[in-house]
Each structure stands twice: as C-alpha cells, then as structure tokens.
C-alpha cells in the first residue's frame, strides 16, 4: 500500500468544482486510488458523490493510498494537486 498524507489547499475545501478537478485527475491517474479524510473510511477518489461526502475542508488532512503497480507516480501527482489547491486540471496530471 502507497501512502500520501496531505493537506487539502483548496480554502473552501473539496466542494463541487475542486473536487471535479481532483476527480478527474484521479480517473487520469490510470490507477485505483482512494482518499480518506481523518477518522472515516476510504472512498472511491475517482468518484464525484464519495469525494463529496468527505466534507473535506480547506487544511484537512487526507490520506491518498493505492495498491497499484506505479501508483507512487500518480499518488505524487495527485498529492502536488490537492496541496497546492490548483483551480485548473494541470497537462501533467
């Protein structure tokens, strides 16, 4: 299991438009991979509704884990775009 534990950039958290871009990056990542917010349960990060349901806040940390064969890499990309809060889908992600 890969790990990346990171604190949310977004100021207003995970909400709808940040989270579509996570989401996406997520499918792009060619990987399975699940985000966990303190005290919950994995979920799905290439899933719209299970993102939201985090309730992850701006300075949340989140854990990003996969199982995958190459997942540091995208685990790596994934961690750069929740921590630095990013408001476009970056080429290299």
Partial sequence: ???RRVTVGW???LHARPASIFVRA???AGV???ITKAGGAPVNAASMLAVLG???QGGDEVV???EADGADAALD???K???EGLEELPETV
């Fill in 81 to 83: 775009l929740v921590a």
């Fill in 11 to 13: 100021a207003d958290g």
């Fill in 54 to 56: 985090l309730g992850a």
């Fill in 26 to 28: 997520a499918t792009a």
């Fill in 1 to 3: 299991m890969v790990e």
């Fill in 77 to 79: 990309r994934l961690a």
């Fill in 64 to 66: 990003l884990a996969s």
């Fill in 32 to 34: 399975p991979v699940t």
